[in-house]
């Protein structure tokens, strides 16, 4: 009896269950991020799926370290029956709805979970789960948002952006005009993807790295729709110089900030601010003197 125990729990011990494990969530999550590579034109989404991907890893990463995977006879049913059939739906490429897709997300993250630990023990994934969540959060958003208010808030700020630095620019309505060209703001081109983008990791990083201050969670919040505006405006603004001064190079130019993966410099420039403001915020709390105050 003491040598079966012993060699039970030496194989219960073994790394290799949590090796095959981190294996399945690494496979698991590159096929998610090929089939939206596959599926979507626009490299937001993909984008966003990297990113929540790497802080749900954040968040769960110190329950892999310390405990070994012993998933319950439901779960290792479920888990691997959501995996096959997440996995079946991903190879059909012609099936490109963002929002199903999205889903896939958090219905794989808790078929991991379940291929961990027993149901009961889930909510040591409660933090990865939710973060896996915001990739279909961020697609309602996108979907919710009123296009018109935000296309007609975006122009003006870019008007006044053109305007900052002695442009003759006029705006009317969604419409952003020079002498030579202009632009309309309207659908993708609004920054609500950029918004859905920031918000999404400003709760990441709430999630994966707390700040203790209710009045630091609510700044960078608030702050959130603020750094997307001024950069998607400078972003169009950008595009309206472009068009009103036309060139071979102009248009290719306007043709990769507007449509191809130059768009994704202003959402990465967006996002480093956003992270610039936050990892002060957490530097203050962290700091001895912040410490000692309270």
Not at 101 to 118: H, R, V
Not at 131 to 147: C, M
Request: glycine share 8%; aromatic share 10%.
């Amino acid at each position: 009896m003491r040598a079966a125990f012993s060699l039970s729990t030496l194989l219960s011990l073994s790394p290799s269950r949590r090796n095959l494990w981190l294996l399945l969530a690494g496979f698991v999550a590159f096929q998610h991020l090929l089939v939206i590579h596959q599926t979507q034109e626009s490299p937001i989404l993909l984008t966003l799926a990297f990113l929540v991907w790497w802080g749900a890893w954040l968040c769960s990463e110190d329950q892999i370290a310390i405990v070994e995977p012993r998933p319950g006879r439901i779960g290792l049913f479920f888990g691997c029956l959501i995996v096959v059939l997440c996995i079946l739906r991903g190879g059909n490429t012609f099936y490109s709805d963002g929002l199903i897709i999205a889903l896939m997300a958090p219905a794989l993250g808790f078929a991991l979970s379940m291929l961990y630990l027993p149901l009961h023990y889930l909510r040591r994934f409660s933090a990865s789960l939710f973060i896996l969540t915001l990739l279909p959060l961020q697609i309602v958003i996108y979907r919710l948002v009123p296009e018109q208010i935000v296309s007609l808030v975006t122009a003006s700020t870019s008007g006044l952006l053109l305007k900052g630095i002695g442009k003759d620019v006029a705006v009317e309505g969604r419409h952003v005009l020079l002498p030579g060209g202009g632009v309309i703001v309207h659908g993708p081109c609004n920054g609500t993807d950029i918004f859905s983008m920031l918000l999404v990791v400003a709760l990441i990083f709430l999630v994966a790295f707390p700040l203790r201050r209710g009045l630091h969670q609510l700044l960078v919040i608030a702050l959130t729709p603020i750094a997307a505006l001024i950069c998607n405006s400078a972003r169009i603004s950008i595009l309206a110089l472009l068009a009103a001064t036309p060139s071979t190079r102009s248009d290719w130019l306007f043709d990769f900030f507007h449509e191809n993966e130059g768009s994704l410099i202003f959402s990465g420039i967006a996002v480093s601010l956003l992270a610039t403001l936050y990892f002060a915020l957490l530097n203050q709390e962290l700091s001895p003197n912040d410490q000692t105050k309270h």
